[in-house]
Structures are given as structure tokens and as C-alpha cells.
């Protein structure tokens, strides 16, 4: 069995509409949800933190189920959770056509996450759209025994 343990990060994002990295945008997007992150974490906190580290991510995403808009409940949690693990890596980079972009640097790539827990929650207002996202180090829990 696995398990979180000791906390690195955790934010609640609110008034932030989750995208997906599935379309023609996703370089924008990721650099939206870079400049979102920034605003919110204490990055320098953070990246000591989480370097060379072995973590675990648990992300929510809750989405507006009473908009008019299309796609904007239809979003699959591992596109909108890849956008995520892309941005905290030191580069953001589209498929070798895009210029190399510096990431959050929390992570040097996906090898470092170990664990992942995802949720997409329905809501009710474009004001309650975001996401939490939780960082832990990474733990095998150890059983006696066995």
C-alpha cells in the first residue's frame, strides 16, 4: 500500500476555468497555467522542496456543469492532468516544434512523480471552476510482516 506523506504544496485555485492539453492551444495553455501557479506558490519554497525528490500529486478539478459552453464539462481528467505535470517540469515543450519555455521547475520530469490521485467534481458557477493541487514526498509504505 502507498500512501502521502509529508506535505510540500497545497493551493486551491478558484475563478480558473481547468483546460486540457489535447488541442492546437496547449502551449498557451500551459504557459496560462504557469503564469496561474506562479501567482499562487511560493516557488522558491517549492522547488527546494520537491527537487530530486520522489513525489506524489494529488489534483482536483472541478468544472462548471451548468455552462452553455461547449467542451466545457466533456474534459478528460488525464489531458487536464497532463497540462499540469508539463507545467511543473523545468521545460514546457510542444512535441520539439516550439522553442524550449522554462516550466515551474518543481520537477525535472515525470519520472519524479510516483503517485497520482486525480477527481473531476462538478459545480455549479464559473467562480467555484478550479482546481486543488497537493504535492507530497513520496513514501512506500513499509508492512510488517511482509
Known amino acids: 500500500m502507498l500512501r502521502f506523506s509529508r506535505m510540500i504544496l497545497e493551493k486551491k485555485i478558484r475563478a480558473f476555468r481547468p483546460l486540457t492539453a489535447n ?5 498557451a ?11 499562487k506558490i511560493d516557488l522558491n519554497e517549492a ?3 520537491c527537487r ?3 513525489i506524489a500529486v494529488d489534483l482536483c478539478f472541478y468544472l462548471n456543469s451548468k455552462t452553455t459552453a461547449t467542451g466545457r464539462t466533456k474534459k478528460d481528467l488525464d489531458n487536464m492532468m497532463k497540462l499540469v505535470f508539463d507545467v511543473l517540469k523545468d521545460q514546457v515543450i510542444n512535441d520539439g516544434k516550439e522553442a524550449r519555455t522554462k516550466g515551474l521547475g518543481l520537477i525535472n520530469d515525470d519520472s519524479d512523480i510516483h503517485q497520482i490521485r486525480a477527481t473531476k467534481i462538478f459545480v455549479k458557477t464559473d467562480e467555484d471552476e478550479g482546481m486543488d493541487i497537493k504535492i507530497s ?3 512506500k509504505k513499509v508492512t510488517l510482516g511482509g
Do not use: D, M, P
Request: glycine fraction near 0%.
Open 23 to 27: 488541442s492546437k492551444k496547449r502551449v
Open 29 to 39: 495553455r500551459k504557459l496560462a497555467l504557469k503564469k496561474i501557479l506562479e501567482e
Open 47 to 49: 522547488r527546494k522542496r
Open 52 to 54: 530530486n525528490e520522489k
Open 137 to 139: 514526498r513520496w513514501q
